[in-house]
């Protein structure tokens, strides 16, 4: 079988990706953040190996290495699960049964490859890759191998993308408790990668799984790489430089429905006129990076009352409680001023026009612009 050039090239320079965040991840500090990061990009070149085996044809001398990638691959999901427990999580590690689970995925796969692991010789496994000389009993041993584990790496893998995206929704939400601005903690382009691999993934299973049955079309194996290498560039760059979050910026939302209010309505009274004072008279959402803690000091009351009555109270978080009085101080400069909307943006207290861009018409229903043009 010739070299198929195009394939062989993308998954090359994926394989450089992959080690030039393996030694830069390695200089940094040993915490667990990078040492699952660490785990999840040797999986990643394992994986990108398998890939190169075949399209290099490099199968060809040694054949008896077919599908060894399989089990590890089957711990992608894990590690991309686990690399987000890690950097988003307050808890110091994950339960041990968290692991058991992790490892069941890749036990599944090799049971399902005994058949082809040991019951075919690797002159059989080599005579499969020709269909003039594959064994029509061996190549039904052989699909049903790959299809199979390609299933269980879909559903498996469809787990751990579903936990991880739901441990990222916990954190924006236990963010949105503590700050008024979340973007540089958020970890918003970690939710981009894992929508955007999930995609990628499941083109490539498919991909993968059509091609037993004689389906191509004129992507075949280059589209899916060229998608998957983009991803992995963007993951690894964000990934290396991201910095280690302290615990308060880390965890799971608190359950506003579970809470059992400890205050009585009086005293959630007085804390709620209490920040109504401290807003409109100190202005104090102007601040840029304005937390829970600082407002805390400001009107003398502890962070647990404060999120309280704002949950309890006046049902709402610190997040929007903070930048409702941003975007009414914006429409009122936005209907007397003629300054311009990202200068309003900084001055009202957020610290991007994007950002305020979107919060505004999430209020309003209209962009700043559109507000103002209206008025």
């Given at each position: 079988m010739a070299v198929s050039v195009a394939p062989t090239v993308i998954y090359s320079c994926m394989l450089g990706i992959v080690l030039f965040a393996l030694l830069e991840n390695t200089n940094k500090a040993r915490k667990r953040q990078t040492v699952y990061l660490q785990a999840l990009l040797t999986f990643l070149l394992v994986h990108i190996l398998g890939e190169l085996y075949i399209y290099s044809g490099f199968y060809q001398y040694a054949p008896a290495l077919a599908g060894l990638q399989f089990p590890v691959r089957m711990l992608l999901g894990p590690a991309l699960y686990l690399y987000a427990f890690a950097t988003m999580s307050p808890e110091k590690k994950p339960a041990r049964k968290t692991y058991f689970f992790a490892l069941s995925g890749p036990l599944v796969v090799i049971l399902v490859m005994l058949p082809f692991l040991f019951g075919i010789t690797s002159e059989e496994k080599l005579a499969l890759a020709d269909p003039a000389t594959r064994d029509p009993v061996l190549w039904q041993i052989a699909v049903y191998t790959c299809l199979t584990t390609m299933l269980v790496?879909?559903?498996?893998?469809?787990?751990?993308?579903?936990?991880?995206?739901?441990?990222?929704?916990?954190?924006?939400?236990?963010?949105?408790?503590?700050?008024?601005?979340?973007?540089?903690?958020?970890?918003?382009?970690?939710?981009?990668?894992?929508?955007?691999?999930?995609?990628?993934?499941?083109?490539?299973?498919?991909?993968?799984?059509?091609?037993?049955?004689?389906?191509?079309?004129?992507?075949?194996g280059i589209a899916i790489p060229l998608i998957e290498a983009v991803i992995l560039l963007f993951f690894a760059h964000y990934a290396v430089r991201?910095?280690?979050?302290?615990?308060?910026?880390?965890?799971?939302?608190?359950?506003?429905?579970?809470?059992?209010?400890?205050?009585?309505?009086?005293?959630?009274?007085?804390?709620?006129?209490?920040?109504?004072?401290?807003?409109?008279?100190?202005?104090?959402?102007?601040?840029?990076?304005?937390?829970?803690?600082?407002?805390?000091?400001?009107?003398?009351?502890?962070?647990?009352?404060?999120?309280?009555?704002?949950?309890?109270?006046?049902?709402?978080n610190f997040f929007h409680f903070v930048n409702g009085y941003r975007i009414e101080a914006a429409k009122q400069l936005l209907s007397e001023s003629e300054k311009q909307v990202t200068q309003i943006a900084f001055e009202v207290g957020f610290n991007s026009k994007s950002t305020f861009n979107t919060a505004f018409k999430k209020s309003t229903g209209l962009t700043p612009s559109a507000f103002r043009n209206a008025q």
């Open positions: 790496f879909v559903l498996f893998t469809g787990i751990y993308f579903w936990l991880t995206l739901r441990l990222h929704t916990q954190h924006r939400l236990q963010l949105m408790e503590r700050y008024s601005s979340i973007e540089k903690r958020s970890m918003d382009w970690f939710k981009v990668v894992l929508l955007l691999w999930g995609a990628a993934w499941l083109m490539f299973a498919t991909e993968y799984s059509l091609s037993f049955f004689g389906y191509k079309w004129a992507g075949s991201q910095p280690v979050l302290s615990e308060t910026e880390k965890g799971k939302a608190s359950n506003k429905a579970n809470r059992k209010p400890q205050l009585q309505s009086e005293r959630m009274q007085e804390i709620a006129a209490a920040l109504k004072s401290v807003m409109l008279h100190e202005q104090l959402f102007m601040e840029e990076d304005l937390s829970l803690k600082k407002l805390s000091e400001a009107i003398s009351v502890s962070e647990n009352h404060i999120s309280e009555t704002l949950s309890q109270f006046i049902n709402t």
